[in-house]
């Protein structure tokens, strides 16, 4: 039997408060109050780095603080990533089940980047997944994955590169790999929202086993996303640490 996935779009210029919400929907599964959701958003320009602080060595923070583009925390390790409203992030949070079948981090990377893979095939593009790297297309990276595994809940989520600027992606990153977005791949001018989400819904869900179900977030998920807002805000301490270190 396909999972049910309530499927959320939420396209914030609150970057902080998008950010808290990873945090709030991973704690409502942890508790068993929240169904199993697809999120799909976008966010102002901001640099997003690991819960541990670790990718903060990745961010280019004097030009940051020049641009005023605000440094964010997930609950999910990996390197540091950018985002602005041409990136269409995703977020898939489960309850870790015995009939979901999932296992491992490996599995959950590989159908992640499945549907990535599918969606570029749909859009005339040739991709490759590369293990703990992201998915690639003509040597330069579109898509990266992170994810949490714990007791009662798994989160994975990961960005898509549409139409995003890469010139301030480059500024603001100490980027490990070469970049691209779709929209310069297809020499298109593709919107993230019209052109490319709902393809990206069918694929991950369908690569997930599952089917989606537009909803809406409760208040209950508003409310303790804005109590946890600090969860989100990347520690000062690490931040002037690394400037010191410069």
Request: hydrophobic share 45%; proline share 3%.
């Amino acid at each position: 039997m396909k999972t049910r996935l309530r499927l959320l779009k939420t396209a914030w210029r609150d970057a902080e408060l998008n950010l808290a919400l990873e945090w709030a929907m991973l704690e409502l599964m942890r508790a068993g109050s929240l169904p199993n959701v697809l999120r799909l958003w976008t966010n102002e320009p901001c640099v997003v780095i690991d819960r541990s602080g670790k990718a903060l060595a990745e961010v280019r923070l004097g030009t940051c603080e020049a641009l005023g583009i605000p440094v964010l925390k997930r609950p999910t390790t990996g390197g540091a990533v950018y985002h602005d409203e041409g990136n269409l992030n995703w977020t898939i949070v489960m309850e870790k089940a015995g009939r979901y079948g999932f296992r491992w981090p490996s599995e959950l990377e590989q159908r992640a980047s499945h549907a990535i893979l599918q969606l570029i095939k749909a859009l005339g593009l040739e991709g490759r997944y590369e293990a703990r790297r992201g998915v690639f297309v003509r040597g330069r990276k579109i898509s990266g994955i992170a994810m949490y595994i714990g007791q009662r809940a798994i989160l994975v989520h990961g960005t898509l590169l549409v139409c995003s600027d890469l010139s301030a992606l480059r500024g603001a990153l100490k980027c490990k790999y070469e970049v691209a977005s779709l929209s310069e791949l297809t020499r298109s001018a593709l919107d993230p929202w019209a052109d490319v989400a709902p393809l990206l819904a069918e694929e991950l869900a369908r690569a997930f086993g599952a089917y989606v179900v537009e909803g809406r977030l409760s208040r209950e998920e508003l409310a303790l996303a804005e109590e946890l807002r600090p969860m989100a805000r990347a520690r000062a301490a690490w931040i002037s640490s690394e400037l010191k270190n410069r």
